[in-house]
């Protein structure tokens, strides 16, 4: 099992900037890639950023040039850097873990964490 626990959300105006973490624990060895994602009341959960054991990174096109994932493995932590942030981004943002063993693959999720972007 992976537990995953999000933090550093909160209210920011428009064009404003938050950083959030995502601290990794448990059987944490074999984890292939964190993502984050976001979820807003009513709609579908959608893929934001993600990086690989390897560091390579992908964005969804909606925040890509202002969002920034990276990881901090002595810490075992990601972030997700949000700049010049928008209403839109308003949604409760998942951390996301993908790990694979010889038997299996699995993914994790944390609890969430609140980012609402005010006009």
């Known amino acids: 099992q992976v537990q995953l626990v999000e933090s550093g959300g909160g209210l920011v105006q428009a064009g404003g900037s938050l950083r959030l973490s995502c601290v990794a624990s448990?059987?944490?060895?074999?984890?292939?890639?964190m993502a984050w994602y976001r979820q807003a009341p009513g709609k579908q959960r959608e893929s934001v950023a993600a990086?690989?054991?390897?560091?390579?990174?992908n964005y969804a096109g909606s925040v890509k040039g202002r969002f920034t994932i990276s990881r901090d493995n002595a810490k075992n932590t990601v972030y997700l850097q949000m700049n010049s942030l928008k209403p839109e981004d308003t949604a409760v943002y998942f951390c996301?873990?993908?790990?694979?063993?010889?038997?299996?693959?699995?993914?994790?999720w944390g609890q969430g964490t609140q980012v609402t972007v005010s006009p």
């Open positions: 996301n873990a993908v790990r694979t063993t010889d038997w299996n693959r699995g993914d994790y």
């Open positions: 448990g059987s944490i060895f074999g984890i292939i890639l």
């Open positions: 990086i690989t054991s390897g560091g390579t990174t």
